[in-house]
């Protein structure tokens, strides 16, 4: 029940056998389907949760909407787009759409909002992911996408903590790297998601990112147990989330699954060798390198 795993949704024989592995042989405890169209994402969702005896977890990567990933769902602007928007209320009500969009679909959990401050103009990833420059102002409109969703029976997934704003590279490719300091971080990244804590919202995801002189280890927050420490700081205490563990960002010697329990996630998104991963969790806790509890 730790693992998400990823599947395209495109509904033929071998995507079915690999359906009914997933979920009748290695018992994972949710997925996450990627592009496609919505009328096949339903029934890969409804097959799946056939096959399931625990009830999977159904997620999405819909930062702008269900469109980011069906090409036939309706359609929304850009997280920059709507940074220009001044009335909240405007945002909620998407929030609040988009939620009734998934819940038609089956969807569960929403790996949104991004919480990014878009405050260095060359990143080459977040840009018009971002609600904009202003930490106040990612923060509101984030709370209000997340609140239109939350109240309407859609998880959020706050991301990409601890922030990926400032980097000039792309965790996809590589390991960037934040170089401020933590005053600095607790005046633009983490602000916002401290914010969102606040207001008692349910998810938060941890990106594949080493803030440097934060954390003298150097590994990925979504790897380094100091980020546990910096989620209590800012007073989280929701479900905590892996960014996908097949990025290149998140390589590493040993099991990533391993690894990223003993840094405080909960729920492990896209784990590479899942079968093998599995295994390795197993012996860690035969071996009390993970306690029982914390599974």
């Known amino acids: 029940q730790l693992f998400i795993l990823t599947v395209s949704p495109t509904d033929n024989d071998a995507t079915r056998k690999l359906l009914s592995q997933y979920v009748e042989d290695l018992g994972i405890g949710g997925l996450l389907f990627s592009e496609g169209t ?26 702008w909407g269900v469109s980011m990933r069906m090409s036939d769902a309706p359609k929304f ?12 209320r405007l945002l909620y009500d998407y929030g609040k759409e988009v939620a009734r969009e998934c819940r038609l679909m089956g969807i569960h959990v929403n790996f949104a909002p991004v919480l990014d401050v878009n405050d260095n103009p060359l990143n080459p990833v977040i840009g018009t992911r971002s609600f904009g420059e202003s930490p106040e102002r990612v923060a509101s409109m984030g709370i209000a996408y ?31 790297q934040i170089s401020k300091s933590l005053r600095e971080m607790n005046m633009c990244e983490l602000l916002p998601f401290r914010h969102y804590a606040e ?13 440097v002189k934060v954390d003298a280890s150097g590994l990925p927050a979504s790897l380094s147990p100091s980020t546990n420490a910096l989620l209590k700081q800012i007073g989280f205490n929701g479900l905590v989330f892996t960014d996908a563990l097949e990025m290149s960002g998140a390589k590493s010697s040993g099991s990533l699954a391993v690894k990223a329990l003993r840094a405080g996630n909960d729920v492990l998104l896209s784990v590479p060798n899942a079968e093998k991963e599995i295994d390795y969790v197993l012996n860690a806790v035969a071996e009390n390198k993970l306690s029982q509890a914390l599974i």
Do not use: C
């Open 77 to 88: 602007p850009r997280n920059m787009v709507l940074g220009a928007i001044n009335d909240d």
């Open 38 to 63: 919505s009328q096949e994402t339903a029934r890969l969702i409804n097959y799946s949760q056939s096959l399931a005896q625990v009830p999977l977890m159904i997620t999405i990567d819909g930062e």
């Open 146 to 176: 997340a609140r239109g969703m939350e109240d309407n029976g859609v998880l959020t997934t706050a991301k990409h903590f601890p922030g990926h704003g400032s980097t000039s590279t792309d965790s996809h490719k590589t390991l960037p």
């Open 199 to 211: 207001a008692g919202l349910s998810g938060i995801m941890v990106g594949h990112l080493a803030a």
